[in-house]
Nanobody, 124 residues
């Protein structure tokens, strides 16, 4: 069992940066692939970024690839999402998720544990 708690969201202006954190508790965090997803009002949850268990492989959605980066610190049981040059269309609830597969899946169904999300609001 893994518990995930996101933090770092908030209200920012377009062009600002935010770093989201996802703290994991439970066993064997370093064995899990980790992902970030987001869900805007009235829209489906969409993939943002993923990182393999070792951190050696990452994948970021094309729509944000130039602005977002994912990283992890297994010693701290934490995964991060660095978001730069934020735009109003980035406004969403951002969720952290853990995959027992250990790799970098994009599908929500590949993830076994989810956090409750953190709100990011970008004003124009």
């Amino acid at each position: 069992q893994v518990q995930l708690v996101e933090s770092g969201g908030g209200l920012v202006q377009a062009g600002d940066s935010l770093r989201l954190s996802c703290a994991a508790s439970g066993r064997a965090f370093s064995r899990y692939g980790m992902g970030w997803f987001r869900q805007a009002p009235g829209k489906e949850r969409e993939f943002v970024a993923a990182i393999s268990w070792s951190g050696g492989s990452t994948y970021v959605a094309g729509s944000v690839k130039a602005r977002f980066a994912i990283s992890r610190d297994n010693a701290k049981n934490t995964v991060y999402l660095q978001m730069n040059s934020l735009k109003p269309e980035d406004t969403a609830v951002y969720y952290c998720a853990a995959s027992l597969g250990g790799s970098t899946p994009m599908a929500t169904t590949a993830y076994d544990y989810w956090g409750h999300g953190t709100q990011v609001t970008v004003s124009s």
